[in-house]
């Protein structure tokens, strides 16, 4: 097949116009809501953000939804509730945003990684045991791109040893394992609603929980620490409040939940997009000997936050980073999820870390490439990305 030069050596751009990465899908609805509460008087945590708390929680089907200001927020707060602080370790993956193993550092604790699986890039159950040692406090697993990690095996684990579960589910919002929503399963699950992820308020995130100790706690903690936030001091003048903790500053906004209401809406419909354009995608891709997919497993709902293709390096004649500057001279940008955090340079200078200690990680971030991927793209832009990959993969292969 020749589909031609890639523009980056001359030829002609599959797409005149950009296909720019992680662009939201933003309605009238969403607009609307703002505007509404703009006129309302009241902009800051209220009305609106208890509402957004009850329609999340029962959608994902827990007791209580805590909004925050994002997820690395929501981690935070859960780890301080679970007592995690110095002499601690908690356990999580390398292949995540930073911020899953920073937030561990903030509250005194160590972050202890282990590897992933190399066929679905989520925590390898099978290797946590061997991490675990007296001083293990809790279990933060990552539904890497919207794929649940296997919990059964992961709650055995942290039933067996006494630890805390806290889910990273930054990419996992209306995902679901074993017919249960992620946010109804382990003792904290932690969401965000940044501009790249299933639904959207720019910035934000949600704690779920089923304890109701743990909820008021969360409650308390995201906001200095007081026993009354300002909406029931004012809306019902009761002026004096008590300071129980040194709490935190990250409530979350009436403009960002009225937008976070109008997405809640839209969530089904978003993920039943993402999972057309991944079939797309997959039987594309599946026939091309220079680039491997992720396996899905069996008896899960996949939010499919991100699709990543991983380049069979072996068949081609040019690296990952120059695939992605290909891909972008043919007006397709793409992004790369993640750098292991162990390779980030903090991590390796604090706990001397270095190439090679998780070797599964290691080799998918040489090889992952994260393509435009969202429901604001119609079914002619996922075809570009799959004519530009081809040309891409067919005029270096070896
Ligand atoms: C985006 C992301 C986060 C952080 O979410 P924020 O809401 O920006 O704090 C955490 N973990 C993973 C895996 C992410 O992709």
């Given at each position: 097949?020749?589909?031609?030069?890639?523009?980056?050596?001359?030829?002609?751009?599959?797409?005149?116009?950009?296909?720019?990465?992680?662009?939201?899908?933003?309605?009238?609805?969403?607009?609307?809501?703002?505007?509404?509460?703009?006129?309302?008087?009241w902009?800051?945590?209220?009305?609106?953000?208890?509402?957004?708390?009850?329609?999340?929680?029962?959608?994902?089907?827990?007791?209580?939804?805590?909004?925050?200001?994002?997820?690395?927020?929501a981690?935070?707060?859960?780890?301080?509730?679970?007592?995690?602080?110095?002499?601690?370790?908690?356990?999580?993956?390398?292949?995540?945003?930073?911020?899953?193993?920073?937030?561990?550092?903030?509250?005194?604790?160590?972050?202890?990684?282990?590897?992933?699986?190399?066929?679905?890039?989520?925590?390898?159950?099978?290797?946590?045991?061997?991490?675990?040692?007296?001083r293990?406090?809790?279990?933060?697993?990552?539904?890497?791109?919207?794929?649940?990690?296997?919990?059964?095996?992961?709650?055995?684990?942290?039933?067996?040893?006494?630890?805390?579960?806290?889910?990273?589910?930054?990419h996992?919002?209306?995902?679901?394992?074993?017919?249960?929503?992620?946010?109804?399963?382990?003792?904290?699950?932690?969401?965000?609603?940044?501009?790249?992820?299933?639904?959207?308020t720019?910035?934000?995130?949600?704690?779920?929980?089923?304890n109701?100790?743990?909820?008021?706690?969360?409650?308390?903690l995201?906001?200095?620490?007081?026993?009354?936030?300002?909406?029931?001091?004012?809306?019902?003048?009761?002026?004096?409040?008590?300071?129980?903790?040194?709490?935190?500053?990250?409530?979350?906004?009436?403009?960002?939940?009225?937008?976070?209401?109008?997405?809640?809406?839209k969530?089904?419909?978003?993920?039943?997009?993402?999972?057309?354009?991944?079939?797309?995608?997959?039987?594309?891709?599946?026939?091309?000997?220079?680039i491997?997919?992720?396996?899905?497993?069996?008896?899960?709902?996949?939010?499919?936050?991100?699709?990543?293709?991983?380049?069979?390096?072996?068949?081609?004649?040019?690296?990952?980073?120059?695939?992605?500057?290909?891909?972008?001279?043919?007006?397709?940008?793409?992004?790369?999820?993640?750098?292991?955090?162990?390779?980030?340079?903090?991590?390796?200078?604090?706990?001397?870390?270095?190439?090679?200690?998780?070797?599964?990680?290691?080799?998918?971030?040489?090889?992952?490439?994260?393509?435009?991927?969202?429901?604001?793209?119609?079914?002619?832009?996922?075809?570009?990305?799959?004519?530009?990959?081809?040309?891409?993969?067919?005029?270096?292969?070896?």
């Amino acid at each position: 097949m020749d589909i031609g030069k890639p523009a980056i050596e001359g030829g002609n751009p599959i797409r005149q116009t950009p296909l720019r990465f992680g662009v939201p899908f933003i309605g009238q609805e969403e607009i609307d809501a703002v505007v509404e509460v703009l006129k309302s008087g009241w902009i800051t945590t209220g009305p609106k953000t208890q509402e957004f708390e009850e329609k999340f929680s029962r959608y994902v089907g827990a007791r209580h939804a805590i909004a925050v200001t994002s997820c690395t927020d929501a981690m935070e707060l859960s780890l301080v509730v679970a007592g995690i602080g110095a002499e601690d370790e908690v356990i999580t993956s390398p292949m995540t945003f930073a911020s899953t193993a920073n937030v561990i550092i903030h509250r005194g604790a160590t972050p202890v990684f282990v590897d992933i699986k190399p066929d679905t890039l989520n925590i390898d159950p099978a290797k946590i045991e061997k991490h675990i040692t007296p001083r293990t406090k809790a279990i933060m697993p990552v539904h890497y791109a919207g794929q649940p990690c296997e919990m059964d095996e992961i709650e055995d684990i942290a039933r067996l040893y006494g630890l805390y579960v806290i889910e990273d589910a930054a990419h996992a919002i209306g995902a679901e394992y074993k017919n249960k929503k992620i946010g109804s399963i382990s003792d904290f699950t932690a969401f965000s609603f940044h501009v790249q992820k299933v639904i959207t308020t720019a910035e934000g995130g949600m704690i779920t929980t089923s304890n109701d100790d743990w909820a008021k706690e969360l409650r308390n903690l995201r906001l200095h620490g007081m026993t009354k936030d300002a909406w029931i001091r004012i809306s019902s003048s009761q002026v004096h409040y008590d300071v129980v903790y040194p709490g935190y500053k990250c409530n979350m906004t009436d403009i960002q939940s009225a937008m976070g209401l109008a997405q809640l809406e839209k969530l089904e419909s978003f993920v039943n997009i993402r999972q057309k354009y991944a079939k797309i995608y997959d039987s594309a891709f599946q026939q091309m000997p220079e680039i491997s997919t992720i396996k899905r497993i069996d008896n899960i709902r996949h939010s499919e936050n991100m699709y990543v293709i991983l380049l069979n390096l072996e068949t081609i004649k040019i690296n990952r980073d120059e695939f992605v500057q290909a891909l972008q001279a043919e007006n397709i940008y793409c992004a790369v999820h993640f750098k292991p955090v162990h390779l980030h340079s903090y991590y390796r200078e604090t706990f001397g870390y270095k190439h090679g200690d998780y070797p599964n990680a290691e080799r998918v971030f040489n090889r992952v490439i994260t393509l435009p991927f969202s429901p604001k793209m119609t079914e002619d832009d996922v075809y570009d990305v799959i004519r530009a990959v081809q040309k891409i993969a067919n005029y270096y292969k070896k």
